[in-house]
């Protein structure tokens, strides 16, 4: 079994790896980002303003515990993730949510279905983000939005070589305690490094068909959340 995925992003090792981790996954995650996780979750529900009966889609869901806020506001929320091993776990606590097993680079929806869409931590283990932004923006209602919450570039250039030795050193002895496969952390402390920074997220989402692209620091820049909307039909 594959215990760490690579930098090309092979769904399969990707998929394989975060099976590997599903049991303790909220809980290493808890503990690594020192409990600032549930404060960013919380930053993309408000950003997100799920309303009664809007359909949400949450891709890369996990476990669905960035799923649960939506449906506290009456919205229809679809988890989605590939890694069928955290579609499991999640099934056996939030049996009754509708969670599906898709492809962000293929998503399993027709055109046109969600009031918005987000991603939360996800966007950065896709083989092709300029693809999953097209299927993303292709799934979406005109008019509708979308919200992604991911690792970037912090702004305080002292702070950033800090950061970066915390994610490449103490990162994965802290996760070889916790987590169930510390080898995994390993892996997502290099892609986050590896990740581009905002202003060219930003570009990417425009690249994909996005207008209205903005994007929010959260924690001096460790995580950005970037949003669009999808233009209305003319």
Same mark, same amino acid.
């Given at each position: 079994?594959?215990?760490?995925?690579? *930098?090309?992003?092979?769904?399969?090792?990707?998929?394989?790896?975060?099976?590997?981790?599903?049991?303790?996954?909220?809980?290493?995650?808890? #503990?690594? $980002?020192?409990?600032?996780? /549930? +404060?960013?979750? +919380?930053? &993309?529900?408000?950003?997100?303003?799920? /309303?009664?009966?809007?359909?949400?889609?949450?891709?890369?869901?996990?476990?669905?515990?960035?799923?649960?806020?939506?449906?506290?506001?009456?919205?229809?929320?679809?988890?989605?993730?590939?890694?069928?091993?955290?579609? !499991?776990?999640?099934?056996?606590?939030?049996?009754?949510?509708?969670?599906?097993?898709?492809?962000?680079? !293929?998503?399993?929806?027709?055109?046109? &279905?969600?009031?918005?869409?987000? #991603? $939360?931590?996800? *966007?950065?283990?896709?083989?092709?983000?300029?693809?999953?932004? /097209?299927?993303?923006?292709?799934?979406?209602?005109?008019?509708?939005?979308?919200?992604?919450?991911?690792?970037?570039?912090?702004?305080?250039?002292?702070? !950033?070589?800090?950061?970066?030795?915390?994610?490449?050193?103490? *990162?994965?002895?802290?996760?070889?305690?916790?987590?169930?496969?510390?080898?995994?952390?390993?892996?997502?402390?290099?892609? #986050?490094?590896?990740?581009?920074?905002?202003? +060219? *997220? +930003?570009?990417?989402?425009?690249?994909?068909?996005?207008?209205?692209?903005?994007?929010?620091?959260?924690?001096?820049?460790?995580?950005?959340?970037?949003?669009?909307?999808?233009?209305?039909? /003319?």
């Amino acid at each position: 079994m594959t215990t760490r995925a690579s *930098l090309d992003k092979q769904p399969q090792e990707v998929a394989s790896m975060f099976d590997g981790v599903a049991k303790r996954y909220d809980l290493t995650n808890d #503990i690594l $980002s020192f409990g600032q996780d /549930r +404060a960013w979750r +919380a930053e &993309v529900a408000k950003t997100v303003d799920a /309303r009664p009966a809007q359909k949400v889609l949450d891709l890369a869901a996990g476990t669905a515990t960035s799923s649960l806020p939506f449906t506290r506001t009456g919205a229809y929320v679809v988890p989605c993730d590939f890694s069928l091993g955290m579609l !499991r776990v999640g099934k056996q606590r939030h049996g009754w949510l509708p969670f599906t097993a898709g492809d962000a680079t !293929r998503l399993p929806f027709r055109d046109d &279905v969600f009031d918005a869409v987000t #991603i $939360s931590f996800g *966007l950065r283990n896709v083989s092709d983000t300029p693809a999953a932004l /097209r299927e993303l923006y292709r799934v979406t209602k005109p008019g509708g939005r979308v919200v992604i919450c991911e690792f970037s570039s912090p702004t305080w250039a002292p702070f !950033r070589t800090v950061y970066t030795e915390y994610l490449m050193r103490a *990162l994965p002895p802290v996760a070889r305690a916790v987590s169930s496969n510390p080898d995994a952390y390993v892996y997502l402390a290099e892609s #986050i490094r590896d990740w581009p920074d905002q202003p +060219a *997220l +930003a570009s990417l989402l425009q690249d994909a068909g996005w207008s209205k692209v903005a994007w929010r620091n959260l924690t001096g820049g460790i995580v950005a959340l970037h949003r669009g909307f999808k233009p209305q039909e /003319r």
